[in-house]
């Protein structure tokens, strides 16, 4: 099953990426481009796509659209400036013909962060409940000790088969 994890820049995308592979907090730096790894979970394969969120790199998600059943979307928590570009870029993914039929696992990161957004805030700012033509889910989590991310997966792959 296709995933693509995508975000804006230093949102932890690649962190989560680790931590579902190893359970474990691996120091990254800026993803040019992808990392591409399996992860299985109870018998199910997922090809997960981390796609690097910089603002010159956004452009190009739309080249790893082919195919895919999930977009994982990783928002910062704290990042309240940007969270009207992150809701830009979720709306055009969804409105993008390749994506038309993929499931949307929010994730509401950094939540151990002093001051950050609640899912409840991120998910109203982002008018989740709008979509209708996609099932969606968010889920608060800590990349950094993975808290919330096994919650996600559940819920991805409980959507197998369900169309």
């Given at each position: 099953?296709?995933?693509?994890?995508?975000?804006?820049?230093?949102?932890?995308?690649?962190?989560?990426?680790?931590?579902?592979?190893m359970n474990?907090?691996?120091?990254?730096s800026p993803?040019?481009?992808?990392?591409?790894?399996?992860?299985?979970?109870?018998?199910?394969?997922?090809?997960?796509?981390?796609?690097?969120?910089?603002?010159?790199?956004?452009?190009?998600?739309?080249?790893?659209?082919?195919?895919?059943?999930?977009?994982?979307?990783?928002?910062?928590?704290?990042?309240?400036?940007?969270?009207?570009?992150?809701?830009?870029?979720?709306?055009?993914?969804?409105?993008?013909?390749?994506?038309?039929?993929?499931?949307?696992?929010?994730?509401?990161?950094?939540?151990?962060?002093?001051?950050?957004?609640?899912?409840?805030?991120?998910?109203?700012?982002?008018?989740?409940?709008?979509?209708?033509?996609?099932?969606?889910?968010?889920?608060?989590?800590c990349a950094?000790?993975?808290?919330?991310?096994?919650?996600?997966?559940?819920?991805?792959?409980?959507?197998?088969?369900?169309?």
């Amino acid at each position: 099953h296709k995933v693509i994890i995508v975000g804006l820049d230093n949102a932890g995308k690649t962190t989560i990426l680790y931590q579902f592979l190893m359970n474990e907090v691996v120091h990254t730096s800026p993803t040019i481009g992808s990392n591409v790894e399996e992860i299985v979970v109870k018998n199910t394969h997922f090809l997960m796509w981390d796609i690097g969120g910089q603002e010159s790199l956004r452009s190009s998600w739309n080249t790893y659209y082919s195919n895919t059943e999930f977009i994982i979307l990783v928002v910062d928590s704290i990042d309240r400036e940007r969270l009207a570009i992150t809701k830009e870029e979720l709306y055009r993914m969804l409105a993008h013909e390749d994506l038309r039929k993929a499931a949307v696992l929010i994730f509401a990161n950094k939540q151990d962060m002093k001051g950050c957004m609640t899912a409840a805030e991120i998910s109203k700012y982002l008018t989740l409940s709008s979509i209708k033509d996609h099932p969606w889910h968010i889920q608060s989590c800590c990349a950094l000790t993975g808290e919330g991310l096994c919650q996600g997966l559940e819920w991805m792959t409980s959507r197998i088969g369900v169309r």
